[in-house]
């Protein structure tokens, strides 16, 4: 059974990738027609994280700068507010979206293949100099972003997708599951992010490139297409590279002549671990093995525990040395600094799992560390160990007083620190579990709350037409009757029927008939005011409310819609012309929609009477 594909629904269900925090805001500032230069660089500097990283590409030899930058601000102007929002989007993207629900979904392989594309990309069109390489850094980086968008909207559905993936096509598979595949939903998404037009268009042109790369359009095809067979050298086994290689060799000769090909894959290699490094994501995977048989009950359970991001601080620079080693042996993503100061700045830019402080240090000490963290919302949820040398009862008390979770006294015992640091690790799994359980709920609530207003506006709305049905008719003429009441501003309605309807149902048949009034609908949108309101009252008749209008101003629209029936007739061999009869009543004080609708229809009436096409006003 195939999912109904609803690319605005998902968005507002916020289902789909979107850039958070910081990276929104450069987004937004960037649409405004007076941003400069000067407020984008210092939303940058807002984030410690984002401004190495744009120093980073700014000073790459994607970029090659004559000099070095220094400033963020340099960086800004020598990228461009185009190419600084491009760059936050990608890099926003990889930051917020390194995990997630879809079970067989390779997310940190996923963002090392799109880093190794966006490499290539950009090294590629440098050489060709087609356009800016941080433009097509980011294209390169967001051009599957459609797989892990379907991964995210549906998890589940996508994880049987990529079990059957190994036998059939993925993207047959995705079209037939979701009525559309990753690349399309890609194409779509660099579209809602603005993403240049010629950039998108020539990733979708990649998959099946022209046979030679001729014009501008034909290169950047060229660019994606060779990017991401460099995207698959990066990603391959040792033994499987040489024949990728070989695969790339021609195309890439072709393209550029004058290129070395070794050196150019020694060079994207490079930058690609560079810039995995930097932003986090790990780019050297350990070898496939074949799968082994049944696997020891208690081997499963610990592998069962996930690897924490821990942060360690301490003044002994040996220490530091040892126990980062030992913890990233464990299994552990561990960064090192040397005082309280420091730490809180590193977990303002990317907070830990888990938190090990000496206690004695220099200008903070790892107490008010605790206490600081604890009184922070972004503190709240970090697993906290002390390193002491301390045991007394009094200094434990105070040490849980100001928020550690556990403890371990030096000289530290690593065996003794990896068995505390287990039980951090069972209480990051529950605090996931419960942060992933609260996010189904949240995505629960919008589902309904969406489903909620889509029955509503289901239950007010012709399905034929598309207008309010009669139902809304008179709940809205309810409501501006009594605004109208309130305020004194006069409200009029008119009742228009089409001429000879039932002529052309016989005639046509009940088909042409939905076509006619489909297209007089159409009509009535185009001719009313934006504070006019048309609704389908049953049949072929329809009912506008005009508000803030009299019967002299009432007459004049009537009139207006009348012509724009005449004038605009469907493309149908009707048995006359569309016309259209109108009955306008304008409401008197404390006047009830039952009869001001009665003293429309009976103005209707008389425009009937009197041969049709025309507007009677109600006495």
């Known amino acids: 059974m195939s999912i109904e594909f609803d690319f605005e629904e998902l968005k507002a269900a916020d289902r789909l990738p979107s850039p958070p925090g910081v990276a929104l805001s450069i987004l937004q500032l960037v649409e405004r027609e007076d941003a400069d230069l000067d407020e984008l660089a210092n939303l940058v500097q807002a984030d410690p994280a984002l401004s190495a990283r744009l120093l980073k590409f700014a000073n790459s030899p994607l970029v090659a700068p004559v000099r070095p930058i220094v400033a963020v601000k340099e960086a800004v102007a020598r990228i461009g507010m185009n190419g600084v929002r491009n760059l936050v989007l990608g890099l926003s993207l990889v930051g917020h979206y390194r995990t997630g629900e879809c079970e067989g979904f390779d997310y940190p392989r996923f963002w090392a293949g799109s880093l190794a594309q966006g490499v290539a990309a950009a090294l590629l069109v440098k050489h060709w100099r087609l356009a800016a390489p941080e433009e097509c850094f980011t294209v390169g980086l967001l051009a599957d972003i459609g797989r892990l968008a ?41 579209h809602d992010w603005r993403l240049p037009t010629v950039f998108i268009e020539a990733l979708q042109h990649s998959h099946k490139p022209p046979p030679q790369p001729g014009d ?39 393209a550029l002549p004058e290129l070395e090909i070794e050196e150019f894959l020694s060079q994207n290699e490079t930058e690609w671990h560079a810039w995995g490094k930097l932003i986090e994501i790990p780019t050297r995977f350990p070898k496939k093995s074949k799968p082994a048989g049944k696997r020891n009950p208690a081997t499963h359970a610990k592998e069962e525990l996930p690897g924490l991001k821990i942060l360690l601080v301490d003044d002994d620079a040996m220490l530091l040395l040892r126990l980062g080693k030992q913890l990233k042996q464990a299994g552990h993503q561990v960064e090192t600094v040397k005082d309280g100061k420091a730490a809180l700045k590193k977990i ?4 830990p799992q888990l938190l090990i402080t000496d206690w004695h240090m220099q200008p903070m000490d790892g107490l008010t560390l605790c206490r600081t963290l604890r009184d922070s919302p972004l503190g709240e949820s970090i697993y906290l160990i002390m390193l002491t040398a301390s045991e007394t009862e009094d200094d434990l008390v105070r040490a849980f007083d100001a928020g550690i979770d556990d403890y371990v006294t030096k000289p530290v015992s690593l065996r003794v620190l990896l068995a505390r640091i287990k ?7 529950l605090q996931m ?35 309010p049905n009669r139902r809304y008719a008179i709940e809205r003429l309810n409501q501006e009757l009594a605004e109208s009441r309130r305020s004194g501003r006069p409200v009029s309605v008119m009742i228009l029927d089409l001429d000879h309807f039932k002529r052309i149902n016989d005639t046509l048949g009940h088909e042409a008939g939905d076509r006619v009034l489909v297209h007089a609908a159409r009509i009535l949108r185009e001719t009313l005011r934006s504070c006019d309101v048309a609704c389908r009252f ?10 803030d209008t009299d019967s002299h101003d009432g007459k004049q629209l009537a009139e207006r819609l009348c012509r724009a029936i005449a004038a605009n007739q469907p493309e149908l061999p009707l048995p006359a012309p569309l016309t259209v009869s109108i009955g ?29 096409n025309r507007v009677t006003a109600a006495a």
């Open 348 to 351: 303002l830019e990317s907070p």
């Open 150 to 190: 379907l991964a995210t909207a549906w998890p589940g559905e996508y994880a049987d997708c990529l079990r059957q993936a190994g036998e059939r096509n993925l993207t047959e598979l995705e079209r037939e599951r979701f009525t559309i595949d990753h690349r399309t939903l890609t194409g779509l998404l660099l």
């Open 433 to 467: 579990a419960l942060a992933k359980e609260h996010a189904a709920l949240e995505q629960r609530a919008k589902e309904l709350e969406l489903l909620n207003r889509k029955l509503e506006q289901l239950a007010h709305t012709d399905v034929l037409t598309g207008l």
């Open 423 to 429: 039980s951090a690790q069972r209480i990051v799994s």
């Open 538 to 547: 049953g049949g072929e008749e329809f009912l506008v409310i005009a508000p």
């Open 216 to 254: 501008r359009p034909a290169r950047l095809a060229w660019v994606f297409a060779l990017s991401r067979l460099v995207q698959r050298w990066c990603l391959a086994e040792p033994e499987a590279r040489p024949e990728i290689q070989a695969a790339l060799e021609k195309p890439l000769q072709r």
């Open 584 to 612: 306008l009543a304008t409401a008197s004080p404390d006047e009830d929609p039952k009869t001001l609708i009665h003293h429309a229809d009976k103005a209707l009436y008389h425009s009937k009477e009197q041969g049709r």
